[in-house]
């Protein structure tokens, strides 16, 4: 069993061995659960993009790096030059 001490701030270093063995990385969140005196630790991880990638349905499919780039291109030049060309 590993320990901690809470220091004044409130603060809780989790040992490494933990980290490693749960895979935590800075930016996880841990949720708390407490019930009779006793307390749960949940991990919620990050996801990546890449991760989420799928993970909605889409109404169109994906154009391409190219297409999507003169799309946002056109649609810079028309917010600063106040022109709507189409």
Sequence with gaps: MQKAKITSKGQLTIPKQVRDRLGLQ?????????E???????????????????????????PGRKAEREGARKHVAEEVLGNKSS
């Design 26 to 34: 800075p930016g996880d969140m841990l949720a708390f659960d407490v």
């Design 36 to 62: 009779d005196g006793a307390m749960r630790l949940i991990v919620e991880k990050r996801r990546t993009l890449e991760e989420l990638r799928g993970s909605l349905p889409t109404g169109r499919r994906y």
